[in-house]
């Protein structure tokens, strides 16, 4: 495993991520013996969210279990629409979803909190004061946006830099070589893949800001279990959410072309995936969620697959 620093995190962080946004953790079940198996691998950064079902308490009760507090990293999040739609990004929801985020994970903080999704009409500076005040108030160390554009994290950085005030120092949009042509989850889904989203890229690179991608095997198409030439049942292998925001022509061609890589360096689908993923020129981390211990051993092992510029380029279409 390797790991990286992110500012305002007291441990150094595994570039990948365990996600929680999955049975058996939304069900609240006891999910121990999974979690258990992957902090075996050296993953000891944990992703969840206020609206994950009973993930956060799934988690919470396995790191009291296994006293781990002291040793791993919780990513939740809060601020997350309503079921109807209605935004929630304002100091009395966030303090709200962080109370009881605390309670389920059985802790009075959180290493990395962010924002599930933005909401434009509130003023930058207003959000950047709530989040410093819980970080001097020691309920959270690093935040940051997930689903936010890089446009609004940059106008809150700069405030933070006018009021001296700490910045954003992480976010969590899509990101996977596949390109998500559609909203998959509603409420202002970000993504920065495909070739629209280059400015937001070049944006990150000179930031060094870390990205935390989620869906970094876009929901599924890129693990595997769809083979390219499968598109007419494609709908039966994968579930409509992977469909609506990765099944088009130029992602079919992306999965064809993986396939293609990794025959010829005797590696799976969603390895050459993730390792384009990782040799990018970004500060990259990567959301993974499985239930075998094997196929988050073949993720990890993904970081030391190389390709080359020329590579990498064609498995973008480029």
Known sequence: MKYIEIPYVKKKVS???YGTAAPPFMQGEDGNDLLDAMYA????????ARVYGGAEKSLGKWI???KLRDKV???SKCAHPDPSGRKRV??????EDFAESAEYLRTDH???YLLHRDDP?????EIVEILNAMHEEGKIGAFGGSNWTHRRIAEANAYAREHHLIPFSVSSPHFSLAEQVRDLWGGGCVTISGPSNGAAREWYRNQNMPVIAYSSLSHGFLSGKLKSGEREKADQILDEFAMKGYGCADNFERLRRCEELAEKKQCTVSQIAMAWLFRQELNTLAVVSTSSAERMQANIDAMSIRFSE??????DLL
């Open 41 to 48: 691998l050296g993953i000891n950064a944990f992703d969840s």
């Open 90 to 95: 304002n100091e009395k929801e966030i303090r």
């Open 15 to 17: 570039r990948i991520l």
């Open 121 to 125: 009409e509130v003023p930058v500076g």
């Open 310 to 315: 020329e590579e990498a380029a064609y498995l």
């Open 73 to 75: 990293i919780i990513l």
């Open 64 to 66: 009291e279990d296994r």
């Open 110 to 112: 959180i290493d990395i």
